[in-house]
Every structure is written in C-alpha cells, then in structure tokens.
C-alpha cells in the first residue's frame, strides 16, 4: 500500500525566513510520481511539481525548490525567502504506475504554513 | 490557460437528498477523476473514469455514489442520498494522457463544497 507522511503539521515562521516542507513516501513501486500541490484558504488545489521516480534531479523554481532522494523515500520542498503569500496548507501526494495508466493518487496529511508579516 | 471547472462552488442539502456535482474537464482529456477532502484532513482518492467507464473506485465510493459523462463535456457525480459524513470538499481532476506519460500532469478543478445538514 502506498503512504505518504508529513511529520510537520503546522509550520510559523517569520517572513523572509527560508521553510523546508518534509515528506516521505511509501510504495511497493519502482515507477511512480510524486507532486506538491498548494491548497491556500480560498480552497482549490494548485499543482506545483510533478516529478517521476526515475528523474532524482533536483529542481528549481524561483523560490522554490525540491530536493528528491530516492534512498531515504523523501521528496522535500523548500521555500526560500518566504512570502505572506505562501501561507497555504501544503500537500505532498504520491501516484503509481496502474495498468491502465490512470492516477490514483495518495495524498499526505498536509502541513500548514503560516508566515508571519 | 485551460482549466476544470466545477459546479456548483458551494450547495447545502439536507440529510437523504441527491446531489450532482458538476465538472467540466479540460477538453481535450482523457481522464478524469474525482476526490475529496472533509474538512481539515487529506484529499481521497474516490474514483477515476475513461473510456466511459470506471478504471477504479475506492471503498469510499459505495453503492450511494455514481459518475456519468453524459456529453461530451460534463463529468458528474451523483450521490443518492446523502449522510451527514458526506459533507467534504469534492475535486474534480482530469489528464490528457496516460500517468507515465508527458501528458499526465493531473488538473484540478477549484472543487466544490457539500454542506450536508
């Protein structure tokens, strides 16, 4: 079965301050997809990466930045010098390869960033 | 840019009504899916859908749930009568192509909220 843990719940900090978001992943497969979708209070569900197993580069988008380590199951997302505007709740999610080709996707728990003006 | 739209945003029912939640998927994909989120936990994988029939469902989606394209646009999905536990957060997502593919970046839509009383 697949699982996806984020030990952080809720993360404060200070804006300008850079903020690691930890997820670890779960799964019995060897070709899968993991992502980080932003859910800010208006409510919907903002894709931000999508990254397959067999691509570890790390990558780099403006302020953020996601760090794929396949031996320790983690895919860390990391916002550098963080913005009022990055207070969301932040989803890791983790998608096989099914038979048939659709996304069965498991999401995390979620941790919820406040940043603080 | 193209996106899934949902309707309605928001709809309170009352306890043992039917609900349809509407989704308009990007045009030209292939997948389509639905998940849900009660309040203030993760997203649920519910069921996907292509070709006119359901790839899979999860033990969420029992005999009170049915999804239907009834044109050539729409994606619903009915609930018969509706439990208090229903009340979540409903996403509609879709895909161009296959998971493994270029094109299997799952789109979500802004989701629409049940309010069950």
């Known amino acids: 079965a697949q699982k996806v843990t984020q030990a952080q719940t809720e993360i404060s900090v200070v804006e300008k301050e850079d903020v690691t978001l930890d997820c670890v992943y779960e799964t019995r497969d060897t070709t899968y997809y993991l992502f980080w979708y932003k859910q800010p209070p208006s409510g919907e569900l903002v894709f931000l990466i999508r990254?397959?197993?067999?691509?570890?580069q790390n990558e780099i988008s403006g302020r953020y930045s996601w760090n794929f380590q396949k031996s320790t199951s983690s895919f860390n997302f990391t916002i550098t010098a963080s913005q009022v505007v990055d207070s969301a709740v932040y989803f890791c999610a983790l998608s096989d390869f099914t038979v048939g080709g659709y996304q069965k996707v498991t999401f995390g728990i979620g941790t919820k960033l406040q940043v603080i003006p | 840019e193209p996106e899934v739209t949902q309707t309605p945003s928001h709809q309170v029912t009352q306890m043992g009504q039917e609900v349809i939640l509407r989704c308009v998927p990007i045009?030209?994909?292939?997948?389509f899916y639905w998940y849900r989120q009660i309040l203030g936990q993760k997203v649920e994988f519910l069921v996907s859908f292509y070709n006119n029939e359901i790839s899979e469902k999860s033990e969420i989606f029992d005999d009170q749930f049915s999804v239907e394209r009834p044109d050539g646009s729409n994606f619903t999905l009915k609930i018969r009568s509706t439990k208090l536990e229903d009340s979540a957060m409903y996403f509609c997502a879709s895909s161009l192509g296959l998971a493994d593919s270029n094109t299997g970046e799952l789109f979500f839509g802004e989701g629409s909220r049940l309010t069950v009383l």
């Open positions: 045009s030209n994909h292939l997948y």
């Open positions: 990254r397959n197993s067999f691509d570890e």
